[in-house]
């Protein structure tokens, strides 16, 4: 088999692989409402519940990351999938809610498979395509939307224990395609003689906390927003958990397919510029989500007069859309970053920054819940978002502004130069 077959059968597998993870990594976000009923939980127990398995995949893409620079990508993907299996299967059979707490954190490893296929991926590529590559495999995020798309139908047939039974299977089925279709290059592993400090130590480098930061927005919203944007219609326009499902998946399907996109802009218009960009997109749309439904009342020479101002569901999913859009183009834009100023140790690095990004998808979800529950607001997690995106916008122009600065010629040299001239 050729190199370029080789690449392309990695990441076909890969990316089935990753989709499978991500659809089961964020299940809760859909079976969680029927257990929120059962168990009597209030929001910030949903939160939470909705979080454990993201904690467990933030926390392990780390060592997963430098064990892939290490190891090679394909036996550690394959390991981890088959890990998944069992917690799966045992969430059927649950009933009180530090069970589902416990098993969520192992199934909460599949979340760790993109540190490992991210480095994976891209190795198999030339530079000047790592982006559109690293994309391609990104768009399994879209996993978020197959949940939604199947999740529902599984509770309608059987209730929601059927879920955790189906995708068990699934991610059996999808671990051995992924062992028959992909390969293994050893040049692509990091020596042995890098050690585990030594890569730990890239955390030393402002620029890896830059793109953590950047990170924790684009993917981090992205988790939490799909984990959920599920109750949130159920709860704010009263549709049923197959509808509210389906115009959910209007945001996570965008947010995972279109990653690729922002792989091949990223390729073509450098990571700095597309970044820059999402960031202004969300900034916007987070403002106009973050508005309550409203009533307020005037006085008018005719006497008082009443409006209501709040987005109707189309407008709503119009703009949540166009987040989604945007974050998929962010996430591969940071990743690109990365692959530009890391190539040897894209594993590590990916890794860490991968690590920022889950723990903002766990910590927002529980934050949507307490602050539901303190203010009865529910576009609040909105407001939250819309803060975080300020941080990073304000932190781009100053971190990117100084080194254009630094490298400008003085204007005392310039007008030397022009009299030379």
């Known amino acids: 088999m050729s190199d370029q077959r080789k690449a392309y059968g990695v990441l076909g597998s890969s990316t089935l692989a990753f989709t499978v993870c991500f659809t089961i990594w964020v299940m809760f976000g859909v079976i969680g409402i029927p257990i929120k009923n059962a168990l009597h939980l209030n929001e910030t127990e949903f939160g939470l519940l909705t979080a454990m398995p993201v904690l467990t995949g933030s926390l392990i893409r780390v060592p997963l990351g430098i064990w892939t620079d290490r190891y090679g990508g394909r036996i550690v993907f394959f390991i981890l999938m088959l890990c998944t299996v069992v917690p799966?299967?045992?969430?059927?059979?649950?009933?009180?809610?530090?069970?589902?707490?416990?098993?969520?954190?192992?199934?909460?490893?599949?979340?760790?498979?993109?540190?490992?296929?991210?480095?994976?991926?891209a190795r198999w590529f030339?530079?000047?395509?790592?982006?559109?590559?690293?994309?391609?495999?990104?768009?399994?995020?879209?996993?978020?939307?197959?949940n939604k798309f199947i999740a529902p139908l599984l509770i309608a047939a059987g209730g929601w224990v059927l879920v955790p039974k189906v995708y068990a299977g699934l991610m059996l089925a999808a671990a051995l395609v992924f062992w028959l279709c992909s390969a293994t290059d050893p040049d692509h592993q990091v020596s042995s003689d890098t050690g585990f400090m030594d890569?730990?130590?890239m955390l030393k480098d402002p620029r890896v906390w830059r793109y953590c930061q950047y990170y924790s927005v684009v993917f981090g919203g992205y988790v939490g927003?799909?984990?959920?944007?599920?109750?949130?219609?159920?709860?704010?326009?009263?549709?049923?958990?197959?509808?509210?499902?389906?115009?959910?998946?209007?945001?996570?399907?965008?947010?995972?397919?279109l990653r690729a996109v922002g792989g091949w802009l990223s390729d073509k218009y450098g990571a700095y510029q597309v970044t820059w960009w999402v960031m202004w997109v969300c900034w916007v749309a987070f403002f106009l989500l973050s508005y309550p439904q409203t009533d307020f009342t005037i006085q008018t020479v005719g006497g008082t007069k009443t409006f209501h101002l709040g987005l109707n569901p189309a407008l709503f999913t119009v703009?949540?859309?166009?987040?989604?859009?945007?974050?998929?183009?962010?996430?591969?834009?940071?990743?690109?970053?990365?692959?530009?100023?890391?190539?040897?140790?894209?594993?590590?690095?990916?890794?860490?920054?991968?690590?920022?990004?889950?723990?903002?998808?766990?910590?927002?979800?529980?934050?949507?819940?307490?602050?539901?529950?303190?203010?009865?607001?529910?576009?609040?997690?909105?407001m939250l978002l819309y803060g975080t995106v300020c941080i990073s916008l304000v932190w781009m122009h100053f971190q990117f502004r100084r080194p254009a600065v630094q490298a400008a010629p003085a204007p005392t040299d310039l007008f030397h130069s022009k009299d030379a001239s």
């Open 88 to 121: 799966i299967w045992l969430i059927s059979y649950a009933t009180a809610f530090w069970h589902f707490l416990v098993l969520g954190l192992f199934v909460g490893l599949a979340g760790g498979s993109f540190s490992v296929g991210t480095p994976y991926v």
């Open 126 to 146: 030339k530079k000047e395509r790592q982006g559109l590559a690293m994309g391609v495999f990104g768009a399994g995020n879209s996993g978020a939307a197959v």
């Open 199 to 201: 890569q730990v130590r």
């Open 225 to 257: 927003l799909s984990l959920w944007m599920v109750k949130y219609y159920v709860t704010e326009y009263g549709f049923d958990i197959k509808t509210a499902a389906l115009l959910a998946a209007c945001f996570s399907l965008p947010g995972g397919v």
């Open 319 to 382: 703009l949540l859309m166009v987040v989604g859009v945007a974050m998929a183009v962010g996430k591969a834009s940071v990743f690109k970053f990365i692959s530009d100023d890391y190539s040897s140790n894209i594993g590590a690095v990916s890794g860490i920054v991968g690590l920022a990004g889950g723990l903002g998808g766990f910590i927002l979800p529980i934050l949507f819940g307490l602050v539901l529950d303190v203010t009865g607001v529910r576009s609040s997690c909105f």
